[in-house]
């Protein structure tokens, strides 16, 4: 069976709204990403107890997982009014890198790669990121992931 999903551009906006001293401050960007083939879009409860896979990136689809080439878009929002959560990026070389998300801030990825040093070295070289995984801090946290990928 052929398929029916025709790729469509996604249009990704942040924007920014501040009034400071009488003085518009606020901003916009917007980014346009073209063939957009695949989305996936959850909500899903994060422990406190304990790491939770969210997203594995890999040569092949599948439940949770995404082709780390064609990636184009993540966004990693935690929904909770209260507690941050811990979003965890590794790659299959043990590198890891963690990002606190405040209760109800957002981060963006638009790739599938990373450099984590520990010894605060140079910049080596990109590496992929094999897995995205999250925690809770106080209490569980709900939290929403969006991936768009060509």
């Known amino acids: 069976m052929a398929s029916t999903i025709t790729p469509s551009s ?32 959850r909500v899903i409860t994060v422990s406190s107890s304990g790491e939770m896979d969210l997203i594995e990136l890999d040569t092949n689809n599948g439940q949770g997982k995404f082709v780390r080439a064609s990636i184009r878009y993540i966004r990693i929002t935690n ?39 520990t010894s605060a070295g140079a910049f080596s070289a990109f590496v992929d990121i094999d897995n995205i995984s999250a925690q809770a801090d106080t209490a569980d946290c709900d939290v929403e992931y969006v991936v768009f990928s060509v």
């Open 10 to 41: 996604a249009v990704i906006t942040v924007q920014e709204t501040l009034t400071l001293g009488s003085i518009d401050r606020g901003g916009s960007h917007s980014r346009t990403i073209s063939n957009v083939a695949e989305a996936d879009r």
């Open 79 to 117: 929904l909770d009014n209260t507690n941050f959560i811990r979003v965890r990026f590794k790659n299959a070389g043990a590198e890891t890198a963690d990002v606190k998300v405040d209760a109800g801030a957002t981060f963006m990825l638009s790739t599938g790669s990373m450099d984590a040093d």
